[in-house]
């Protein structure tokens, strides 16, 4: 039989080690490719690496022995994440890899560091979780720090804005059809950061409110005028966010 995923063991410990050891690995090789002729062919090759993890387990949710109603349907922020971060790597669209970046850096290492996970190594659902979220935060540091496709005042706006309606339709689909997607109608059973946001419904107000506040701290250092700019080789701006 396989074991239990345990938060924090061994198995868990060693994802999130591999995932801090490899982002300077990531920054490196964006930069490397930036405005090269080998760059459209790298985002292309870690779109499809993504497609290849997310997509198989997405249909494995679907099947008859695994189908829940409750929990299979892509209606999790992270199945968008990684959508839109496959979107970002295929066509560079800055919009696509804003989404990716807020979405990225926050809730996803969220479920990363709190994962919503039952079975471990080296069941198929443990690898396809974690290639899975590990793929989307690189992602967003590679279109980001590495490819310097840079995040925007009217980039966040538009986060904020298409997040807050998915918080209102998910809700909504919850309370009809009494599910629990995004954690919108009642906290998760394990441990999670929303525990220290008080009661249902206060903590999603109080974890909508911080998160675009987090959001908006790590947008400052790509506006503010000599900042953004520092991470760059001369040269390597990037012409479609020095329009915005």
Not at 102 to 124: E, I, K, N, R, S
Request: some cysteine.
């Amino acid at each position: 039989m396989d074991s239990r995923f345990e938060a924090f063991g061994t198995s868990h410990v060693v994802m999130l080690v591999l995932f801090v050891v490899a982002i300077p690995v990531v920054v490196w090789w964006g930069r490397r490719v930036r405005g090269t002729g080998g760059e459209e062919r790298s985002r292309r090759i870690v779109a499809v690496g993504i497609v290849a993890t997310a997509l198989p387990l997405q249909v494995l949710q679907l099947l008859p022995s695994d189908w829940d109603f409750a929990t299979s349907l892509p209606l999790q922020l992270c199945d968008l994440a990684w959508m839109v971060a496959v979107v970002g790597l295929w066509t560079r669209a800055p919009w696509a890899a804003a989404l990716t970046y807020y979405w990225g850096l926050t809730l996803t290492t969220q479920a990363m560091l709190t994962p919503a996970l039952v079975q471990d190594f080296p069941h198929p659902r443990y690898i396809g979780f974690w290639v899975m979220h590990l793929l989307v935060v690189w992602a967003a540091i590679y279109l980001t720090v590495g490819l310097g496709i840079r995040p925007t005042w009217r980039l966040y706006a538009l986060t904020v804005g298409l997040t807050s309606v998915w918080v209102t339709v998910v809700m909504t689909f919850n309370t009809v059809v009494d599910t629990n997607y995004g954690y919108l109608n009642a906290k998760p059973g394990t441990g999670s950061a929303l525990d220290l946001l008080g009661p249902w419904p206060w903590y999603v107000v109080i974890e909508v409110v911080v998160v675009a506040a987090v959001w908006a701290l790590i947008t400052l250092p790509w506006t503010r005028t000599g900042v953004g700019h520092l991470d760059l080789p001369r040269g390597a701006e990037d012409p479609s966010s020095l329009r915005r």
